[in-house]
């Protein structure tokens, strides 16, 4: 799909977008990750950039290199990328979170490298929770129009697993990328549905993560009330 030229709706408006993945660490040389590549949240940025917006990117072990036109904060940890959302939230007109956010972080992270013993079976890994991001951010919005947009990938039932999260997390959209052998990750290209708390609905075809991006944006813009 054709666009025209950029439109500079987003000047004057700070974006948070956060991407990549969160490695939880075990000992000083292990980790527990996810597969996320951070290529959305980087498309994000630079269509964030291109329409005008102040950009605050917080990545997450992408290894990509820093967009031009953002701050870039670096994180590691989910413990770690909440501190810094919640922070840049604060003054934020956007916040997306486009970061795979690990569900369980070890319980106990070991100061020295953990050593097998012959003859020794290895230890149970225990898990706790970290805490949800998005819906910390939605439910304690710094102003009542500020947007908070989450992304989801589920590989069974996506239109209904997408609209009941949600409304678990409170955000005002959710756009969802149905997962499979050869879909997402990693991958140039996307295709999704952006659903929203009033109850829109719009599917976004198979293409690049700008064309994604952008209409995570216009979404975005049209749901701004006008600037004082
Ligand atoms: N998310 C978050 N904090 C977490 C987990 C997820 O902020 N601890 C955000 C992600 O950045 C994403 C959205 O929530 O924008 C949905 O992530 P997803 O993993 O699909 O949701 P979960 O609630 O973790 O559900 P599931 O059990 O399906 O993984
Ligand atoms: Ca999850």
Known sequence: LARGPVVP???????VISAGGTREPLDPVRYLG???????????TRTAVAR?????????NTGLPDP????????GTA?????????????????????????????????????????????????VR??????EVSAERATPDQIVV????????????????????????????EVGERKTFGSEENEAVVLAADGGETPVPYGPKEGLADTVWDLVSARFSPQA
């Open 150 to 177: 989450g992304f989801a990938a589920e590989t069974d039932n996506v239109l209904a697993n997408g609209r009941e999260k949600l409304l678990r997390k409170g955000c005002d959209l959710l756009v969802v990328n």
């Open 130 to 135: 970290n805490p949800d991001i998005l819906a």
């Open 68 to 75: 031009s036109g953002a701050d870039v904060v670096r994180v």
């Open 79 to 127: 413990v770690q990328l909440r501190e810094a959302v919640l922070k840049a939230a604060s003054d934020a007109d956007v916040v997306v979170m486009a970061a795979a956010v690990a569900d369980f972080r070890p319980a106990e992270y070991a100061e020295g490298k953990i050593k097998k013993k012959d003859g020794q079976e290895p230890a149970p890994i225990v898990l």
């Open 52 to 60: 005008g917006a102040r950009v605050t990117l917080i990545e997450a």
């Open 9 to 15: 709706d987003l000047v004057g408006r700070h974006v």
């Open 34 to 44: 996810n597969r996320s590549s951070g290529k959305q949240g980087y498309a994000l």
